[in-house]
Nanobody, 126 residues
Framework: QVHLVESGGGLVQAGDSLRLSCIAS????????IGWFRHAPGKEREFVAS????????YYSDSMKGRITTSRDNSKKTTYLQMNNLKREDTAVYYC???????????????????WGQGTQVTVSS
């Protein structure tokens, strides 16, 4: 079992950057693909990014590609989501999640993930 805790959210202005962190405890962190999702009011939860178990492979949503980078440090059991040039429509609660699958066709689906953090709020004002 993996326990995940996100941090780094906050209130920023459009065009600003934020780096979210997700710290894991419990099971061996390097056994898990880590995904980032977001949930905005009135919308469905949306895939943002994922990193493979060893961090060699990353995958991004089309909606944020080019403005985000995910990375991980397995020695620190931590995953990061760097977000640049933030827009008002990026306002949401951001979650990290863990799964053992590395199947590309499934890692963008929230149903593939077993463990979830509590989320961190990102609010972008214009």
């Amino acid at each position: 079992q993996v326990h995940l805790v996100e941090s780094g959210g906050g209130l920023v202005q459009a065009g600003d950057s934020l780096r979210l962190s997700c710290i894991a405890s419990g099971d061996t962190f390097s056994r898990y693909t880590i995904g980032w999702f977001r949930h905005a009011p009135g919308k469905e939860r949306e895939f943002v990014a994922s990193s493979s178990r060893n961090g060699a492979y990353t995958y991004y949503s089309d909606s944020m590609k080019g403005r985000i980078t995910t990375s991980r440090d397995n020695s620190k059991k931590t995953t990061y989501l760097q977000m640049n040039n933030l827009k008002r429509e990026d306002t949401a609660v951001y979650y990290c999640a863990a799964t053992k699958t590395e199947i590309l066709s499934t890692i963008s689906s929230d149903s593939a993930y077993y463990y979830w953090g509590q989320g961190t709020q990102v609010t972008v004002s214009s």
